[in-house]
């Protein structure tokens, strides 16, 4: 029996999608068997999408290699977070004890030394803070820390409105917000404030304030240069300039301050009225 010719059988060509290798396969037959070779850049997603979409590959496939972009996108800017993060850290921003806060006899950070000191360093490594705020009965306030690679890391806390001295229903929101918005920063960095002088991270000593009868004194005198209209941003005027909270949380030390202050307020409105019109 006379043996028949074979009738030699070209390799069908493949289409194969390999996941990241630090070389980009290629498929080759080679006598009836497929050999991967290497040649050229290590392959992205991005390219495999590219790829896959050119050879008219199913949506399953696509589905699945948008998928792996995202994952592998979201893992490297992880990392550039992570990274951004650890510079900061390396070199943190002193934040300082600030403000006393007369009810509980403590010294506390205020939101405005937190954010000036913070902000520019966050910056500096291509990191910025934002809060989001949302009140369903208590108050909620996450600080969403982001880095321009598109990472984000947040820290959450919630409490009532702060119905503590004689604030109206607006103050004790804007109180608790305040609170929280300084407790969520520090947290999420990772900071802590020292108090005002101290090194070894114990808090100041208490601070005298300023007596009854002197706080019913600097009203009287604040009444005589504000009116009805102006006496609410004088006020808050005099106390950033003092760096307190509130005129009754005024240090003892600083009522001279206060007094030359509303003293010389005093003075340019008489200078004013006496101008010839």
Known sequence: MQAQEQTPVEAESVSVVTPPTPEMHSVQPVRGYYQISSAGPAPTPAHLLASAFERGADMQTLERLIALQERMEANEARKEFTRAMARFKANPPEILKDLRNVQYDSMYSSLAEITNKVSPALSLQGLSA????????????????????????????????????????????????????????????????????????????????????????????????????????????????????????????????????????????????????
């Open 130 to 277: 934002r809060w989001s705020l949302s009140q369903e009965g208590r108050i909620s306030v996450s600080c969403i820390v982001t880095h321009e690679g598109g990472h984000s890391e947040s820290v959450s806390l919630n409490g009532p409105p702060d119905d503590s001295g004689k604030k109206n229903p607006l103050q004790q929101i804007k109180s608790t917000v305040t609170y929280l918005e300084s407790a969520t920063l520090l947290a999420v960095l990772g900071l802590a404030a020292k108090g005002v002088g101290d090194d070894d991270g114990n808090d100041s000593e208490p601070i005298e304030i300023i007596s009854s009868n002197q706080l019913a004194a600097l009203n009287k005198k604040i009444d005589g240069v504000t009116n009805e209209k102006n006496r609410d941003a004088y006020i808050k005027k005099l106390l950033d300039f003092l760096k307190v909270d509130a005129l009754e949380n005024i240090p003892a030390t600083s009522l001279q301050k206060a007094e030359q202050s509303i003293a010389d307020r005093a003075k340019r409105m008489q200078e004013k009225k006496e101008q010839p019109k």
